[in-house]
């Protein structure tokens, strides 16, 4: 039997790059404790009376008060009032931001009852809110394909909506200190392809995210009852076309690194020059896309530009706040740098 070993050139973690995980890992730490040390809400766990409830006063008030609204017969007030008093965050005043606030990366949006949660806060009238995830990994894997690696995969996600006339705006950013804590341009991940890492196809490995994740501006606009229109334009972003990118997809959020079928279901997941335009009608949305179709070069630190040479089109229904489903078409111009 001959053991083959691909070497610590390649797997190798130095001391340096154990300071920079311990730090992300620490960081971590305390925007968890944070969202603990006082009352939030959680829009996507919570209807808009709960959290009212919830965030009128602390422990047993707002338990007792909740415990009230939900009993068998009891009398619900006017939704302006369960409202009134809310600290922290301001639940969406209009349809337009209701859908804005409901995507999760670039234009799509997972069955309405899946939980995102993100702490919110007010700032005037802007409605915030961020979120993180991080875990820290040491993957041992035997084989001649497989490699031993310690890393950290993660990201930070942050929104900030505002009401415009009838309508309503929102920016979005979402970023990553992958590059800083996966090293040699990958991590072990068996039958896993794509992209490249100094100049050779990845096989068997996958890429860290970029710096910059996500970075658009996005405008919806109530056109009648139950229907909403959208723009999104994005320098990073994610066209219409897929499901919900992993690191939020409800069934792969919690994943300490990318499911097998990334490079297919996710692989415009970070695109360039993206621009979007949808309508929602009820259970209903068709979106179209334009954008730059090749992947992110192997420089995880910068923002490449590219020509809006691809398109894509996506159509998705909600027929129940636990269901979701979508079809969808694109065509990506010389997607990966090593192949026609």
Not at 5 to 19: D, E, I, M, N, T
Not at 221 to 230: I, K, Q, R
Not at 246 to 272: C, Q
Request: proline share 8%; net charge negative; charged share 15%.
């Amino acid at each position: 039997m001959k053991l083959q070993s691909r070497g610590p050139h390649r797997y190798g973690l130095s001391f340096k790059r154990c300071v920079v995980i311990f730090a992300v890992a620490t960081a971590f730490l305390l925007f968890d404790f944070s969202v603990y040390a006082s009352p939030s809400c959680f829009p996507r766990e919570m209807t808009s009376a709960e959290c009212a409830i919830a965030c009128m006063a602390n422990s047993a008030a707002a338990a007792t008060a909740l415990h009230r609204e939900n009993a068998p017969g009891a009398v619900h007030a006017p939704q302006s009032t369960q409202t009134a008093g809310m600290s922290g965050m301001a639940m969406p005043s209009n349809p337009a931001a209701e859908l804005l606030m409901n995507e999760v990366t670039g234009t799509s949006m997972n069955p309405a009852s899946s939980t995102m949660p993100m702490r919110s806060l007010m700032a005037g009238k802007w409605n915030l809110g961020f979120m993180a995830d991080g875990f820290i990994t040491d993957t041992q894997q035997s084989g001649p394909r497989g490699g031993d690696k310690l890393y950290s995969t993660n990201f930070f996600m942050g929104t900030a909506q505002h009401d415009l006339g009838q309508g309503s705006f929102l920016f979005d950013v979402m970023l990553s200190a992958e590059p800083a804590t996966i090293s040699g341009r990958e991590y072990p991940l068996l039958f896993q392809t794509g992209e490249t890492a100094y100049g050779k196809p990845i096989e068997n490995g996958q890429h860290p995210h970029n710096l910059v994740m996500a970075l658009g501006l996005h405008y919806a606009y109530p056109a009648g009852d139950d229907t909403v229109l959208e723009a999104y334009f994005a320098p990073v972003g994610d066209p219409a076309l897929g499901p919900v990118a992993f690191p939020h997809r409800a069934s792969a959020a919690e994943l300490p690194e990318a499911p097998i079928g990334h490079h297919w279901e996710d692989s415009s997941h970070i695109a360039y020059e993206v621009a979007t335009i949808g309508v929602k009608r009820k259970i209903v949305r068709l979106e179209v896309s334009g954008f730059h179709g090749a992947e992110p070069n192997e420089n995880r630190w910068n923002i490449a530009t590219g020509a809006m040479d691809s398109w894509a089109a996506r159509f998705s229904v909600f027929p129940t706040p636990n269901w979701a489903a979508q079809v969808s078409v694109g065509r990506l111009t010389h997607p990966e740098a090593l192949q026609p």
